[in-house]
């Protein structure tokens, strides 16, 4: 019973990165096309606490699974950022590229 309840609870964080991955990802794209610099920095330090929740859900999940559910999980998880990366429709630009699109005063704040 237990081990049922621990892979339900998994699921639920996943679904929770997932959710937490797709609102980073609306953030950003956001940041992209608004002019307003304010605005910009705003939303992309939205997307910086997305990532945050996302690296938290990581860990507990992480801490639940031995060893073998990782390495499978894993290799689930690549699968389907791939086919996501397929399906989107968007050019396949890496993430240097959608950098490039910032002004210096955002990508370089040394």
């Not at 605005?39 to 992309?44: D, G, K, T, V």
């Not at 389907?80 to 704040?109: Q, V």
Request: charged fraction near 35%.
């Amino acid at each position: 019973m237990q081990n049922k309840k621990n892979q339900s609870s998994v699921g639920l964080m996943i679904q929770r990165c997932h959710k937490w991955r797709m609102r980073r990802k609306q953030f950003t794209d956001q940041a992209r096309i608004t002019t307003d610099e304010i605005e910009r920095e705003r939303l992309l330090q939205a997307a910086e606490h997305c990532v945050r929740m996302t690296n938290a859900e990581q860990d507990k999940i992480d801490s639940i699974r031995d060893s073998k559910e990782k390495a499978a999980a894993v290799a689930a998880a690549e699968a389907e950022m791939r086919d996501a990366e397929k399906n989107s429709g968007a050019d396949s630009k890496s993430d240097e590229d959608e950098e490039m699109n910032f002004p210096d005063f955002i990508t370089n704040l040394n």
